[in-house]
Structure formats: structure tokens, C-alpha cells
């Protein structure tokens, strides 16, 4: 079985940095079942591409613990050739380093997103072409799929359940590593050894943040851990705990400071207000809440403790049908494309860019202009040059603990124009609060419409 990573991020050859493997040489590794071979095909400036190739013994087939429905299986199958649990394993032994996201020499490339195209010749995936898409499309990629027949000479005979399957997306390597380690088991749905407890406590280790935002994260627990439901039962538990510990414990005392510091100027009624407004103006008829915190307003959010917070406020249990029938919430990420994010009017949100890594804010805007698409988007964010009119916050400080960065107007401006015209948008601009002659407004909205 092959799998080959390209890099055209320049230098591209810094990929082998990350890869611990010299692009001058071919590294051969023993494993139980066979042996690993790193090589890389092609290595220059602006594109370097390396081969894992794992040559299966098919003795171990034979003799291994894997599971096989019948004496002529254990002679005649697929392993050797199709990407499967094998090569997720020789994967995390040959690199283990560049899927933990480490590099002793190079920190900061590990840290980078990259140019990045993954082949793999060979899957099985017996549900289709429909759902490879729906397991990588979500994590930004472009997919390109070819579906190979049963057998060339006899096309009468149709079409098998084997794909090539190319992959492109700018991420860091970790990412990528990690995503086809837990997904390409998942879609062959056939492990080659004993699952036990140990592989529940593998996929949240792998999955983490990304793993419990995918909209068919449970289609992808119960492939990886071959459908033993007791199993993905403890996925799933441990996978939402690390979400919800981390939401209400640390999110509320970060949020009180920010709400305590604004609370003053009763800018979050103001900011409620002014997008409320737009929406009303513009006549939207169906709202989409990305990030919808306690559910001000309506929507989606990443946490589920913060969603049951927001179905409290909203009090669902005691709403009119007519009125509940009009609203949900619902849980998921704002940097992964979801089809349920598809076919609004109109998109908020507020007071939310601020919180996503720079490094995602590329798939933000994917997910929601050129995937989701609403007629218009509504974003709200701090003007950072107003916080210095803030008396209680420390010089340089930012509002809230989870923001990872706050722009001025000119910075906020010039992504939101860059958004509008990559994906045929126009862009107006609006200061929400009381007005400082020098330093603006204390937050900054843009409304995009098509």
C-alpha cells in the first residue's frame, strides 16, 4: 500500500525536517507485518513529495490476528494494497514525531500551516463516493476522487468499491497526519488486530478538537472502533468531557471579565441591537448564529455545555410549538464545512472571529462565504484601539483571556475587503457603541452582502 505527501509550500524540501526523513535517502522500517519504506519521489524548492510504501508480508496475513471470513480470505485479499488500519499504524511508528506536532529542530515550521497534497492510490469504502466526501470535506480539503472499476477488461461489470483519493488543503502536517490516521481505518472498516480499550483513548488522543466538530463524527468513532457500541459510547463520553470541562470552567470566568469590563457602556445590548437591526432591514427570514455563545440570538456553537446553557435561557421546554418549531441549536464548528450551515438568508458572528486561531481563519472563510454562501454575513469584533479608554484593563492587555488577537479598524477592514472580493461580496462598515474622536468605536461591524 503507498500513500504520498507533496509539499508546495517553498522551501519544500523543509517538509523532510518535519518528517525526520532525508530527501537524499531511502529509510526501510520492520514491522510485525512487513516493512516500511520512506522515499521521496521528487525534491526541489517549490514541490517535494515523499512515498510511504508499506510492503505487507502476506505470511503475517495468514498467521496474523487479524479477523477473516473464510479459509480462501486468508489467501486472496485486499490488505497488501488498500490503505487500511496497517498503514495508520506504520504511520504513527515511521512519523510519530511530525504526527505529535513536534520538530526538536524546526518548532515553528511544525506550528505552520503548508501547501499540502496527500494520495493515496487505494481505499476501500464500501458506503461510497458520497462518503469520502463527507468525511474530508468538512476538515477544509479538496477532494478529488476516481472510482476504479471491477475490472478494466469487463466494464459491463461495473464499478468496485475501491477509490483513489487525493487530498489538498493548506494545514499544518500534524493535522493531516492525524486525519487520515483516525479517518482511513475508519472507512475500511476492518481493524487488523484486537480492539480494545486501549484504541478508545488513540482516537480522542488523535480526533481532539477536530474529531468533535465533524459532522459525522459518530459515522467515524463506530468505523474506527468497529462498531462495538460500548466502545464508542466511551469515545464519545471522553471526547465531549474534554469539550464541556474546558467550556464551563474556564470560558464563564473569561467571559465575566470581558462582560464586567463592557457592562459599563452596555455595549453587548448595543451590539445585539445594531445586528438585530441589519437583519430586520434587510428583511432576512431564516438566521444562522455562528457562535451563538448562551443563544442572544440563535444558532450553532462548538460547546455543549454552552448549548445547554442556551437552551435554558431560551427555556425550550416551556416555548409554544409554533415558536420552538422556529428555533434550534445546534453543535458544531465554524471552521469546518457543514452542510446544515447551508440555505440561510443571513449569518451572524458576533464577537466570534477573535476567538479562532489566525492560522483558521482561512477556513472560516471558507466554510462560511464560499460553502455556506447566505445572501449576507453579519461579523462583529473589538476595535482594539478603544482599549485603552477601558480604565480596568491593563495596558496591551486583551478583553478576554480566549481571544487570539484583536485588530485595529484599518487590520479589520482590510481582511473583510479581502473576504468580500475573493468571494463576490460587498463589504460596509459600522461602529457599534459610543463613538471616541481618536479611537473609534469598542466594536467594529462589518456587513457583507451579495
Known amino acids: 500500500m503507498l500513500l504520498k505527501i507533496t509539499s508546495h509550500s517553498p522551501p519544500a524540501t523543509d517538509i523532510g525536517y518535519l518528517l525526520g526523513k532525508h530527501p537524499d535517502k531511502v529509510q526501510s522500517t520492520t514491522l510485525p507485518f512487513g516493512t516500511a519504506h520512506v522515499f521521496y519521489p521528487e525534491a526541489n524548492e517549490t514541490r517535494c513529495s515523499v512515498a510511504l510504501m508499506v510492503d505487507v508480508d502476506p505470511v503475517w496475513l495468514v498467521r496474523g490476528t487479524g479477523e477473516r471470513s ?19 499504524v506504520t504511520m504513527a511508528r515511521v512519523f510519530a514525531s511530525a504526527m505529535s506536532g513536534h520538530s526538536a529542530t524546526r518548532p515553528e515550521l511544525a506550528a505552520m500551516p503548508l501547501q499540502l497534497e496527500a494520495q493515496v492510490p487505494v481505499v476501500r469504502c464500501r458506503a461510497g463516493e458520497a462518503t469520502l466526501r463527507r468525511m474530508f470535506e468538512p476538515l477544509g480539503y479538496d477532494v478529488h ?7 478494466e477488461q469487463h466494464p459491463e461489470w461495473g464499478q468496485s468499491g475501491y477509490f483513489s483519493l487525493t487530498l489538498a488543503g493548506t494545514l499544518r502536517l500534524a493535522d493531516l497526519l492525524t486525519h487520515l490516521y483516525v479517518l482511513l481505518p475508519a472507512i475500511d472498516g476492518d481493524k487488523h488486530y484486537f480492539i480494545s480499550d486501549d484504541e478508545v483513548q488513540k482516537l480522542v488522543n488523535k480526533g481532539g478538537d477536530w474529531l468533535r466538530a465533524h459532522p459525522e463524527r459518530e459515522w467515524i468513532m463506530r468505523g474506527y472502533l468497529k462498531r462495538q457500541r460500548s466502545l464508542v459510547r466511551e469515545a464519545l463520553g471522553k471526547l465531549m468531557a474534554d469539550s464541556d470541562d474546558e467550556a464551563d470552567t474556564e470560558a464563564p470566568a473569561a467571559d465575566a471579565g470581558e462582560h464586567s469590563l463592557e457592562r459599563s457602556i452596555g455595549l453587548n445590548e448595543q451590539r445585539l441591537a445594531a445586528v438585530q437591526k441589519v437583519l430586520v432591514d434587510a428583511g432576512a427570514k431564516s438566521v444562522l448564529d455562528l457562535g451563538c455563545g448562551e443563544g442572544r440570538l440563535l444558532g450553532i456553537d462548538v460547546s455543549f455545555g454552552i448549548l445547554e446553557r442556551a437552551a ?52 472560516f472563510e471558507q466554510t462560511v462565504f464560499e460553502f455556506a454562501r447566505p445572501g449576507m454575513v453579519v461579523l462583529t469584533t473589538p476595535n482594539v484601539e478603544y482599549n485603552a479608554r477601558f480604565a480596568s484593563l ?3 492587555a486583551m478583553r478576554h483571556d480566549d481571544h487570539r488577537f484583536e485588530w485595529t479598524r484599518a487590520q479589520f477592514e482590510a481582511w473583510a475587503r479581502g473576504v468580500a472580493q475573493r468571494h463576490g461580496y460587498r463589504v460596509t462598515f459600522a461602529p457599534v457603541g459610543p463613538i471616541d474622536v481618536e479611537r473609534g468605536a469598542p466594536t467594529q461591524m462589518g456587513v457583507f452582502q451579495r
Open 394 to 396: 491593563p495596558a496591551g
Open 70 to 88: 473464510g479459509p480462501l480470505a486468508q489467501y486472496v485479499n485486499d490488505r497488501p494494497y488498500t490503505a487500511s488500519s496497517l498503514l495508520a
Open 145 to 151: 476522487i476516481a472510482q476504479h472499476a471491477l475490472d
Open 312 to 363: 435554558k435561557r431560551l427555556a425550550f421546554d416551556r416555548m409554544p410549538p409554533m415558536k420552538r418549531a422556529r428555533i434550534d441549536v445546534q453543535h458544531g464548528s465554524l471552521t469546518y464545512r457543514d452542510a446544515r450551515f447551508e440555505g440561510f438568508d443571513a449569518a451572524c458572528a458576533i464577537e466570534v472571529i477573535e476567538h479562532i486561531d489566525a492560522e483558521r481563519l482561512g477556513a
